[in-house]
């Protein structure tokens, strides 16, 4: 990290599959992650009252990190 580091990871080029699963997960806020899920689940279902909650994908997330 450099000096003035905020200590968050950055990707140059996230996604070719060299980063793996755990450090795409970690650089995406939970937030983000929501929204994502969102986008799709409207886009593919048409229906936002299936979504997840921003704290069931937490727990998601929380579960997924302590299986590795």
């Known amino acids: 990290m450099q000096r003035f580091s ?5 990707l140059n080029f996230p996604g070719f599959g ?3 699963e755990n450090l795409m997960r970690a650089t995406l806020p939970i937030h983000r992650l929501h929204q ?3 986008r799709l689940q409207v886009a593919t279902m ?3 009252d ?3 909650s921003v704290e069931q994908v937490q ?10």
């Open 46 to 48: 048409q229906r936002r």
């Open 18 to 20: 060299e980063e793996g």
């Open 6 to 10: 905020s200590g968050r990871v950055y």
């Open 50 to 52: 299936l979504c997840p």
């Open 36 to 38: 994502q899920i969102l």
């Open 59 to 68: 727990q998601w997330s929380q579960q997924a990190k302590s299986i590795e």
